[in-house]
């Protein structure tokens, strides 16, 4: 059997291929922006996104929780020591964004720009 077909080699060439990262979820997204000014614990988090951001998105526990550990397991953010204006207990995980996180923020931003862009031209050509 040839090297270059054997299963092995087909997995290696396709781990050293670039990865696209897929866009950001909508709840991924938003804890990465509720992290940009600086680290917070989960409660803070999602207190932000569903008061204060004032989208039509709310997150609850379950979602907040699963996304952190997500984006945790891709990077994009880590665990920290909580901020020095936040109660300290100990149960309470605190997150900060990486530099890997803060560029996918950015990246994401400009993707949905992209299409916001788009949007407004494909919707006034159909107002015509």
């Given amino acids: 059997m040839d090297r270059s077909s054997h299963p092995d080699a087909a997995r290696e060439h396709d781990s050293q291929r670039t990865r696209v990262p897929a866009p950001l979820t909508e709840a991924g997204y938003l804890i990465l922006l509720s992290l940009a000014p600086g680290p917070a614990h989960g409660y803070r988090i999602m207190q932000v996104i569903n008061d204060v951001f004032r989208t039509d998105m709310r997150i609850g526990p379950g979602t907040l929780y699963r996304t952190l550990q997500r984006l945790t ?55 015509r």
């Fill in 73 to 127: 397991n891709d990077g994009l953010i880590v665990e920290t020591d909580a901020p020095d204006d936040v109660d300290t207990d100990e149960r309470r995980k605190a997150y900060r964004l990486t530099p890997s996180g803060n560029r996918s923020a950015v990246e994401e931003m400009r993707r949905l720009d992209a299409l916001v862009k788009l949007a407004r031209v494909q919707l006034a050509e159909g107002e």
